[in-house]
């Protein structure tokens, strides 16, 4: 399936109406869901393509990303299933529009002939401009996960 490719992805399913207050993206990788899984809960990994953090996998734990303009986004680790699913609550006191909200980020795994099939959801959107503005931002984040696995095989 991945023959040509180190790390291929394909972004489907992205619903950017008003009444859908979510992001989803779906991303296929050649690498196994424990290999993909280190990118997603590792704060030394997560800050090469995501953002600093002190962030650990224990349902409960809360903690923050860095953005390069030093202000910070608040989380609290809601769901950790090692290799297969993580969420966490995703508090934005910066927003775009300037109206401060909290939403849920959750990543799914799921093993596939080849590789790894992952998919996001950030969900929770009240304004639609801070959900427009975060899919651009995951769009160009989870570009640069693809780039670093692509390196790893």
Known sequence: MFSNF???????????LNMQKEI????YFSQTPEEVWEYLTNPELMAQWLMPSDFKPLVGHHFRFTNPNNTFVVCEVLEVKPFTHLSYVWKN???????????????TLTSIEGGTELFLVHSGFEV???????????MFLCNKLVELLKATK
Request: net charge positive.
């Open 24 to 27: 989803k993206h779906t991303f």
């Open 93 to 107: 006191d910066w927003a775009v529009t300037k109206t401060p909200y909290t939403s849920k980020v959750s990543w």
């Open 6 to 16: 180190k790390v291929t992805y394909i972004c489907v399913t992205l619903k950017l």
């Open 128 to 138: 639609f401009k801070n959900l427009t503005d975060h899919n651009g931002g995951w």
